[in-house]
């Protein structure tokens, strides 16, 4: 029928080409032998033993003969043993690839735990299934991610409305006691706590859906125009910030990088020391080791374990943990983490010392932009 495809499976392909080969192999050994044979000279053989005279003579034409018939022969027997050592042969080749598409099958059901893990030579296919169990263990993280921030989203979300209704509740209950002043404040404070961390969320939503950035920038200058605009801010919070800018040409969208710029210093405004005596330092340079251009945000502060300064990058964390009803949605470093993702740079936070105060450093790093083909 047309449109059918009949399924052959890959061990019977090899098996049936190790038997064709084997095959085709013996079959020109022995059509090497029939063509020598061929120039035998065309006489009757005598025997060497003059006492076997009476024994029949061969001549070339009957040796040739034989040869046909017992080369039918050995080419049956090769043709047995190709099909039945190739079909082991292909069995014990293709073992690896058996272990790949249970984990491939296992992960389409939503198993992502389960590993190949294979063992043995580092051949081809210990490269694919290493390949593949890494990039099982980035889809496990992912989803992991992708289901935290789902759970805390929906928990951030559900809690002004929640605050909102009560209010109401109560005020639908005995409206004459109420004190309708502090309860419109109330009742904006947590509409405005809604709507920011609804704003939030579109910015990491479009942040995600960034994919190709091209306008030429400059971190130097972004960072310039941040630190004059938090200045103020600063200064109200008793926080000496100060910077030291080198040219940082990339390649990118101004606004995100300027988001990007700006989560940073205003959380190691806002994530500082309590009270007067705490500094910010924002530096951009080039990065000597890899060619590319350097933006770093130092503050005081708490003092961080390395694993918990590793997961602050995650939605809705802040230092202290899961975020509360402090300043702020936790997903400054989020979104920080996904603008320099998309513009092929990597973000990296590390804890400073108590000895130095605490706080964070907080480093990303982003290709740099050729200024001899732009100039």
């Known amino acids: 029928m047309n449109g059918v495809r009949v399924r052959v499976s890959a061990r019977l392909r090899l098996t049936l080409g190790y038997a064709g080969f084997l095959v085709v192999a013996g079959l020109a050994v022995l059509a090497g032998v029939y063509v020598v044979l061929r120039y035998v000279p065309d006489y009757p053989l005598t025997a060497a033993n003059p006492s076997d005279l009476g024994q029949p003579i061969a001549a070339r034409a009957q040796i040739l003969e034989a040869v046909v018939r017992v080369s039918g022969g050995v080419l049956l027997v090769l043709a047995v043993i190709g099909l039945v050592g190739g079909w082991y042969l292909a069995g014990w080749v293709l073992r690896p690839l058996n272990r790949i598409n249970e984990a491939v099958l296992a992960a389409t059901t939503g198993r992502l735990g389960h590993r190949v893990a294979l063992s043995g030579r580092n051949d081809e296919f210990r490269q694919l299934a290493d390949a593949f169990d890494h990039m099982l263990d980035r889809?496990?993280?992912?989803?992991?991610?992708?289901?935290?921030?789902?759970?805390?989203a929906s928990h951030e979300l559900r809690t002004p409305l929640a605050v909102n209704a009560t209010l109401l509740d109560v005020?639908?209950?005995?409206?004459?006691?109420?004190?309708?002043?502090?309860?419109?404040?109330?009742?904006?404070?947590?509409n405005a706590r809604a709507i920011a961390l609804t704003e939030a969320l579109l910015r990491l939503a479009d942040a995600n859906a960034v994919t190709a950035v091209s306008a030429p920038a400059d971190l130097a200058e972004i960072a310039r125009e941040v630190a004059a605009e938090t200045a103020e801010e600063a200064r109200q919070a008793g926080v000496r910030l100060d910077h030291a800018l080198s040219p940082a040409p990339v390649v990118g969208d101004?606004?995100?990088l300027t988001q990007l710029t700006e989560n940073l210093?205003?959380?190691a405004l806002r994530h500082n020391l309590q009270g007067p005596g705490g500094t910010a330092h924002v530096t951009t340079d080039r990065d000597p080791r890899t060619g590319g251009v350097v933006l770093r945000v130092e503050n005081t502060g708490p003092v961080y374990t390395p694993e918990a300064a590793a997961r602050l990058h995650e939605p809705f964390l802040r230092g202290a943990g899961r975020v509360g009803t402090g300043q702020g949605h936790g997903l400054g470093l989020a979104l920080v983490a996904r603008v320099a993702q998309v513009h092929g740079g990597t973000l990296d936070l590390r804890p400073r010392g108590a000895?130095?105060?605490g706080g964070?450093?907080?480093?990303?790093?982003?290709?740099?932009r050729d200024t001899r083909q732009s100039s």
């Open 360 to 368: 964070l450093t907080v480093t990303v790093t982003l290709p740099a």
């Open 139 to 152: 889809l496990q993280d992912a989803f992991e991610a992708q289901e935290r921030f789902a759970a805390n």
């Open 254 to 256: 101004t606004a995100l």
């Open 265 to 267: 210093v205003r959380n």
């Open 171 to 190: 005020a639908r209950r005995d409206p004459e006691g109420q004190d309708h002043p502090r309860l419109l404040e109330r009742l904006d404070l947590t």
């Open 355 to 357: 000895d130095q105060g």
